[in-house]
């Protein structure tokens, strides 16, 4: 399946009949900052979707930080829908490969459903790749569907338990109609396993000819299976992992010890890295220095 021609994620061009885009893109990366202004839950997704959904985050009263959101790099896609007082936004938000930044702003109820790998194509209905560094209207995929779960957004009220029970309901219908391939889920899940380990041990092999050979496939074979479930390559993968681990541990240990921990060859590797994904050094990530805002982002966390 293709996605109809939109906007990305980069683009604050109209492409919704004078609602904008941007309205989806600024909106749905909204922030999930704890705080004593907002209800934040983390809840285990219902049985049934266990195998594609990984976890559930629901918070309303969403603060709106002076120092605006950050969102890492990160290889998820998410189901999110957000209220703003009027029309529930329903989207999927692909993996981003670099970091965005967004100023400002408040959104009372955000729910956000994110999929483990190799979940979002049998869920969403499209190949992962045509979601990466891109917020996809829900209406794109779903069509029908995803007007008649937005208007039952709508008349739940706000209500966030009701809100995710619809969510989770309208996921159920959807994997349950598309036929599953639990061994190649089960294969991606274990490379997956492999590189987010390999971020916490420094002296891992974590390359694609070394992952291929402990999965027992072909080099090829595992390139397609990250391009077609994920979106992005093994290696680019393994990239954000590692400077997803970085960046949580930036504020309390040296750049030399760090860079030695989480398997960046040395210091000047670790720099590099951060400007490429964060868009800034460590030392000016850590200092409060930002990625340049792009039109129409949103920032999904203060730090992730």
């Known amino acids: 399946m293709e996605i109809p021609a939109r906007p990305s994620t980069l683009s604050a061009r109209d492409g919704r009949g004078g609602r904008g885009f941007a309205r989806y893109t600024a909106v749905v990366l909204a922030p999930l900052l704890p705080s004593s202004r907002s209800d934040s839950r983390d809840l285990s997704p219902r049985a049934p979707l266990r195998s594609w959904v990984s976890d ?13 959101w950050t969102r890492l790099p990160s290889g998820t896609t998410s189901l999110v829908a957000c209220w703003t007082g009027g029309e529930p936004v329903v989207a999927a938000v692909g993996p981003l490969q670099r970091a965005t930044f967004k100023p400002s702003g408040v959104v009372p109820l955000y729910a956000r459903l994110s999929f483990h790998p190799g979940g979002a194509r049998p869920a969403l209905g499209v190949a992962a790749h045509e979601l990466v560094d891109r917020v996809v209207p829900l209406d794109d995929l779903w ?8 208007h039952a957004l709508a008349r739940a009220g706000g209500d966030p338990a009701a809100a995710v029970r619809l969510l989770e309901d309208a996921l159920c219908r959807a994997v349950g109609a598309r036929a599953d391939a639990p061994a190649r889920r089960a294969l991606l899940r274990r490379a997956v396993d492999v590189l987010d380990a390999s971020a916490l041990a420094p002296d891992s092999d974590a390359s694609i000819p070394a992952l291929a050979r402990r999965l027992r496939v072909a080099e090829r074979t595992l390139r397609a299976l990250f391009h077609e479930e994920i979106g992005i390559s093994p290696k680019r993968y393994a990239r954000i992992a590692r400077i997803r681990r970085a960046a949580e541990r930036l504020a309390t240990t040296s750049l030399a010890r760090l860079a030695s921990e989480t398997g960046f060859y040395d210091q000047a590797h670790l720099t ?6 964060l868009g800034v050094t460590p030392r000016a990530y850590l200092a409060g220095a930002r990625p340049a805002a792009r039109p129409g982002c949103g920032g999904a966390s203060a730090r992730g």
């Open 56 to 68: 559930v985050h629901v918070m309303s009263a969403v603060p709106s930080p002076p120092a605006g």
């Open 272 to 277: 590099a890295e951060f400007r490429s994904l």
């Open 143 to 150: 069509g029908a569907r995803a007007r008649e779960l937005r």
